[in-house]
């Protein structure tokens, strides 16, 4: 079974970018959608983007887009997500998933979700 381990939060001021990555140890990591979800103070669980196995398919969620940007290099077993005009209302933890059913990753089903990173924008 593949492990996720995200890595590049911190705390920036309003208007940086941030790109974080989402490292996969294990096999298949190839054969698996991966997305990008969040959860600030207090605010439920809310998805962000997704990319399928290949690369070729992308979901955003509509207030982040064409502002995030997800990527993927299976290579190197590592998604990221590009991180722009950051303001506070980014605020939060954020965490990557995988899984192999596309469906069930954008729904946020994913079989395998990473401890995430924290986010935090000061104005």
């Known amino acids: 079974q593949v492990q996720l381990v995200e890595s590049g939060g911190g705390s920036v001021q309003a208007g940086s970018s941030l790109r974080l990555s989402c490292a996969a140890s294990?096999?298949?990591?190839?054969?698996?959608?991966v997305a990008w979800f969040r959860q600030g103070p207090g605010k439920e669980r809310e998805f962000l983007a997704a990319?399928?196995?290949?690369?070729?398919?992308?979901s955003y969620e509509s207030s982040v887009k064409g502002r995030f940007f997800i990527s993927r290099n299976n290579a190197k077993n590592t998604a990221y997500l590009q991180m722009n005009s950051l303001s506070p209302e980014d605020t939060a933890v954020y965490y990557c998933?995988?899984?192999?059913?596309?469906?069930?990753?954008?729904?946020?089903?994913?079989?395998?979700w990473g401890r995430g990173t924290q986010v935090t924008v000061s104005s």
């Open positions: 998933g995988a899984d192999d059913n596309w469906g069930r990753t954008l729904a946020g089903l994913l079989r395998t």
């Open positions: 294990g096999q298949f990591f190839s054969d698996l959608n």
């Open positions: 990319i399928d196995w290949s690369g070729n398919g992308e």
